[in-house]
């Protein structure tokens, strides 16, 4: 179950597409602002890219947010000392403002379904579990010809648990997560508020969790934005590698400005 606090006032948002228009910005983590690393735990950010969101962040009037299949307080260690609003866990979590605004509950087969995903894990090299309490990963990166085996598993497993879960698939990883939690959800919800109602939505993701995020910016005619180029997308635009974006944040941080554009032109 997912325990939302209603935002102040609910906007409807239509006919938002010109590129220069005020914009609030939604930033996949793994993939986009970090590249993609052996393990979950290996990730690096660059230590130019906190501070330079935090900048924008102000310069956007606070919508700014990381719509991430990480939980909230990884992304908060990542990005000390700064703090952003955060849909975490693929929008089974959203703090805005400083105060947790949704929270699904873990369903009660998790543990159990946790503990059969370690067996397989410690049965097999470089299979490595997640588990991020609401959610459990399962990555397959370091063990690629296990990929079959693993997926075969994670499915059958989300099938034993019911309609109460579903199966989000990635890069090497599948995640069984609560039915009601989407990045594309998440995100709706945090247009519908005050600090980011009005403006001209753009999501920047790299990976299959984030089509669905692509779709809902899409259909509100926002600017999505896909990292790399190696399959098809519901993406309208994208760009080369977390470098590339970088370089984006970093030269807006600077020069104070940050549109639609910024991320269409070159």
């Known amino acids: ?25 939604f930033l996949d983590f793994d993939g986009t602002l970090v590249e993609i690393a ?42 000390t000392p700064y703090q952003f609003d955060i849909a975490g866990l693929h929008g089974a979590q959203i703090r805005m403002g400083g105060a947790l ?37 399962l990555h397959w990166r370091l063990a690629p010809t296990l990929k079959d085996e693993a997926l075969d598993l994670m499915r059958r497993t989300a099938a034993k648990m019911g309609p109460g879960v579903r199966l989000q698939e990635g890069k090497s990883v599948a995640e069984i997560v609560p039915a009601n939690a989407s ?3 998440a995100i709706a919800w945090l247009m519908a508020t005050p600090t980011y109602a009005a403006r001209l939505p753009v999501f920047i993701g790299d990976d299959i969790t984030d089509e669905d995020g692509f ?15 190696d399959r098809e997308s519901r993406a309208m635009h994208r760009l080369a590698s977390p470098t590339a974006l970088h370089r984006i944040l970093l030269e807006a941080a600077e020069n104070g400005h940050l549109s639609a554009a910024s991320f269409t032109q070159g």
Do not use: C, W, Y
């Open 1 to 25: 179950m997912t325990t939302l606090i209603e935002p102040e006032s609910i906007h409807e948002i239509r006919d938002i597409a010109q590129t220069e228009q005020q914009i609030a910005l």
């Open 215 to 229: 779709k809902t910016v899409n259909a509100m005619g926002g600017l999505s934005v896909r990292i790399g180029a």
């Open 38 to 79: 052996p393990s979950p735990e290996d990730v690096k950010l660059d230590r130019r890219v906190a501070p330079a969101l935090e900048t924008l962040r102000l310069k956007l009037g606070g919508a700014l947010a990381l719509v991430s299949g990480r939980p909230i307080a990884f992304l908060d260690e990542m990005l």
């Open 183 to 185: 990045k594309g959800g």
């Open 101 to 137: 605004r949704a929270q699904s509950d873990a369903p009660d087969s998790l543990h159990e379904a946790l503990r059969e995903l370690v067996r397989f894990a410690n049965s097999h090299v470089g299979i490595i579990v997640e588990d991020k309490r609401i959610s459990v990963a």
